[in-house]
């Protein structure tokens, strides 16, 4: 507990977690009164498993009507989601849906996100980047993630990415956190192991750095009378603590072995426990760097997320001494001394995203060294990411990051501009 935090905690409408609990669903829907849906998943979950076909009927059998839009795409853009607005208010013939349900990924979530709020004016969603007003009112929304993951089944933003200068751009409002955020970890059972890294280390990854990011109480809301990230309390950091232990107990062992039960649902719980941390303290300098190597480079949301986090730590080392501490000490690095122990623990961080097949330097990710200058000043745009990077220079910060990040330079290895 910590008196000066300025709590600001928003959760999803209801959060059930257990192994078969997507057998509740069609029964919970109709108790809620709702009718009509649109069910936004990808041909993945139509062709290999049998769960939309016994959604949708069991739905049936309780007067519920489901209309199937299964063009979700990985790291979907802009252009996918207003088509995506078009062809779904054709098939439903002008009337509108009352709930939305998302099967998939992050990716199918956040398509389905996006369209809880242009489906109901067939609006083009770059309308809604940059915040919605109070007139705007979302679908509800209801998520079951099929990866652990990304945590989008808590948050209060759709991702997307935008063609037209090839970033990932955000429709944000907590008015689009799903009302039902359903967590059937069987649905995890079938990622293969690439899905299961980067979805994993995501999660690790949403973790650690909402754990080590602005306190609330130096969080800059805007005046936001609603804000959807607000800073680290103890709350967020409870939640945070917790996934990593899950993730340090269960992310090697789901990657290795994808039968793995316990592993499976361990990993569930850590991506939820994230989401529930970052989903209200917020993240920074990580995602903020990896969105502009995602530019760049077309790679996974994890993938790009994992090659900057072991630096990300290491600058923050100086600043959030106790907490890169105890990260250690969950992984089990005690070190000669604190220091050497988070010194240890950025290194572990590394030989773990290496553990999960992705490159540890952006020079091996494929940057090239003359566009470290343009992906910091990139990174350093997104600025609801960079204001909470709980340094004084940021931008210096950033810089050095990305350098350190392109020539693999942890701990003492110089940290110089260049
Ligand atoms: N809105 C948010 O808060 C938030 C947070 C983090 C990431 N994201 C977004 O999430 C996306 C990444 O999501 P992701 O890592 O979950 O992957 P994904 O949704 O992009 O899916 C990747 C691939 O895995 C397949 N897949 C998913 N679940 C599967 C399963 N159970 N069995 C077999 N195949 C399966 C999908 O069909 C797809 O081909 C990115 O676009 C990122 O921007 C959003």
Redesign the pocket.
């Known amino acids: 507990m910590r008196t000066e935090d300025l709590i600001h905690f928003c959760p999803p409408g209801r959060l059930i977690i257990g192994a078969g609990s997507r057998s509740q669903l069609p029964a919970l829907v109709a108790r809620l009164g709702y009718r009509k849906g649109v069910l936004v998943t990808?041909?993945?979950?139509v062709k290999?498993?049998p769960w939309v076909d016994e959604y949708v009927r069991s739905a049936s059998a309780l007067g519920i009507e489901t209309i199937v839009f299964d063009g979700?795409?990985?790291?979907?853009t802009t252009t996918l989601c207003d088509n995506a607005t078009q062809a779904v208010r054709i098939a439903l013939g002008g009337n509108a849906p009352d709930h939305v349900i998302a099967l998939?990924?992050?990716?199918?979530?956040?398509l389905a996100?996006a369209l809880c709020i242009t489906l109901p004016s067939g609006r083009p969603v770059r309308d809604f980047v940059g915040g919605l007003t109070a007139a705007d009112r979302p679908i509800p929304l209801i998520a079951l993630?099929?990866?652990a993951?990304?945590?989008?089944e808590a948050?209060?933003?759709?991702?997307l990415?935008d063609p037209s200068n090839a970033t990932?751009v955000?429709v944000m409002d907590n008015s689009l956190r799903p009302q039902i955020a359903l967590i059937d970890p069987e649905?995890?059972?079938?990622?293969?192991p690439r899905?299961t890294a980067?979805?994993g280390i995501?999660a690790l990854t949403?973790a650690i750095e909402s754990y080590l990011t602005l306190d609330s109480v130096q969080y800059d809301r805007g005046g936001h009378p609603d804000p959807g990230y607000s800073g680290r309390s103890s709350l967020t950091m409870l939640f945070a603590r917790e996934a990593i232990s899950l993730c340090a107990r269960y992310l090697k062992r789901c990657y290795d072995n994808g039968a793995d039960v316990e592993a499976r649902t361990g990993m569930c719980y850590a991506s939820v426990y994230a989401?529930l941390s970052y989903?209200s303290a917020g993240l920074n300098a990580v995602h903020g760097i990896a969105y502009a190597v995602?530019g760049m480079t077309h790679r996974?949301?994890?993938t790009t997320n994992a090659v900057v986090l072991p630096y990300v730590v290491d600058a923050l080392a100086a600043h959030r001494p106790t907490e890169t501490t105890e990260i250690a000490q969950i992984f089990g690095i005690c070190g000669e001394s604190p220091e050497h122990a988070v010194r240890e623990l950025t290194e572990f961080l590394r030989e773990l995203v290496a553990y999960l097949g992705i490159p540890t330097t952006l020079k091996d990710l494929g940057i090239a060294k003359a566009s470290l200058d343009s992906l910091t000043r990139d990174a350093l745009a997104v600025t609801r990411l960079a204001k909470s990077f709980p340094v004084c220079d940021v931008e210096d910060a950033y810089g050095r990051i990305v350098r350190n990040a392109y020539h693999g330079r942890l701990g003492k290895a110089p940290t110089s501009n260049k």
């Open positions: 990808d041909p993945f979950f290999s498993t979700g795409e990985a790291d979907p998939g990924g992050g990716s199918n979530i956040d996100k993630p099929t990866t993951g990304t945590g989008s948050t209060p933003g759709a991702i990415v990932k955000a649905f995890t059972y079938t990622c293969p899905v980067d979805a995501d949403h989401a989903g995602a996974s949301h994890g």
